[in-house]
């Protein structure tokens, strides 16, 4: 794929919103603990001792995960772990809607409802984080070219 | 899967690992039982009713409730939450500090984990679900109060 010029501003800039993003989202549920384990309780999605181990640990790996994108390094471990993070959210939100649950999402802290709104949310953020991922592959991919005068694909993901 | 898949893969494993373990430093300095309302079994229920220390709440409907409720048990129904915690408000700010137990029609009731999601996040922290509710209730023949 031919890199856009908007490109040179666009990604750094995706990775500090979507970076920023998640590192809002855990400081918010590290603030309010408790109510994040009650949400998550809430959620049925997993056994009640694993809930609070979900619940402590989630906020960490969201606040790490954000950070390591803002920072761009390690490069492809930002965006690995936010497109992973985003792509499970996205699941446990459609599976609470599926199961017609009327439950907090306990997304940004308490008061926001699971439902299209938070699943819109979910899926940008997620297809942002493939962005970058992608981008991050290509250049990985470029740099090992450019070195070892390699044909093969970074990351598996096979660019156009 | 690439060998770069896999090294992000473990790399991320790693990332949640680090996680994990800041989540259980983090929570070690926190009082456990705040963290997420507590299971109680059937036996632990029964303790909890009849010591009679703490609130109980029967967050089912009233005609429930008066159709037969644990003994000792307020009527709170879940569905109408501010209407009851506007009518038990007293009663609950008096009993911020102490143990209350939430439970419903039965396992597959979801307003007591509901009801208990919410107080929690009006600040009270020592709360606990009885997920049987009141069909392992009467299964287990225990005294009603109408």
């Known amino acids: 794929m031919k890199a856009l010029p ?3 501003w666009l990604l750094p800039g995706l990775r ?5 993003i998640f590192m809002h989202a855990g400081l918010a549920k590290m603030a309010d603990a408790p109510t994040f384990a009650a949400s998550l309780n809430a959620l049925q999605l997993f ?3 694993l809930t609070s181990v979900a619940a402590t640990s989630l906020p960490w790996l969201e606040v790490l995960a954000g950070f390591l994108l803002v920072a761009d390094w390690p490069r492809r471990l930002g965006a690995f772990a936010t497109l992973a993070l985003s792509g499970s959210f996205a699941v446990a939100i459609s599976l609470t809607m599926l199961r017609g649950l009327d439950a907090d999402c306990g997304c940004f802290g308490p008061g926001e409802p699971v439902g299209w709104m938070a699943l819109g949310r979910d899926l940008l953020l997620a297809t942002a984080a493939a962005f970058i991922y992608r981008e991050a592959c290509s250049e990985s991919r470029n740099r090992r070219s450019y070195s070892t005068n390699s044909s093969s694909t970074g ?3 096979n660019p156009a | 899967m690439t060998r770069h898949l896999q090294r992000d893969l473990c790399a991320f494993l790693l990332l949640c690992a680090v996680s994990l373990a800041a989540g259980k430093i983090s929570s070690a300095f926190q009082d456990q039982n705040t963290l997420a309302p507590r299971e109680l079994s059937l036996s632990e229920f029964r303790a909890f009713a009849a010591a009679k220390r703490g609130l109980l709440l029967d967050a089912r409907s009233r005609d429930s409730y008066a159709g037969g409720h644990v003994p000792g048990a307020i009527s709170f129904p879940g569905i109408y939450f501010e209407g009851s915690y506007l009518a038990l408000q007293p009663k609950l700010e008096a009993a911020k500090s102490q ?6 029609s039965g396992r ?4 007591s984990d509901t009801v208990a999601q919410r107080l929690a996040r009006l600040g009270f922290r020592n709360i606990a679900i009885f997920p049987g509710g009141w069909e392992a209730w009467q299964r287990a023949v225990l005294p009603e109060e109408r």
Not at chain 1, 16 to 20: D, F, K, L, S, W
């Open chain 2, 108 to 111: 597959y009731c979801k307003m």
């Open chain 1, 47 to 49: 056994p009640n001792t």
């Open chain 1, 155 to 157: 990351c598996g993901i």
């Open chain 1, 6 to 8: 908007a490109n040179r």
């Open chain 2, 99 to 104: 143990p209350i137990v939430v439970y419903c």
């Open chain 1, 16 to 20: 500090v919103i979507v970076g920023a």
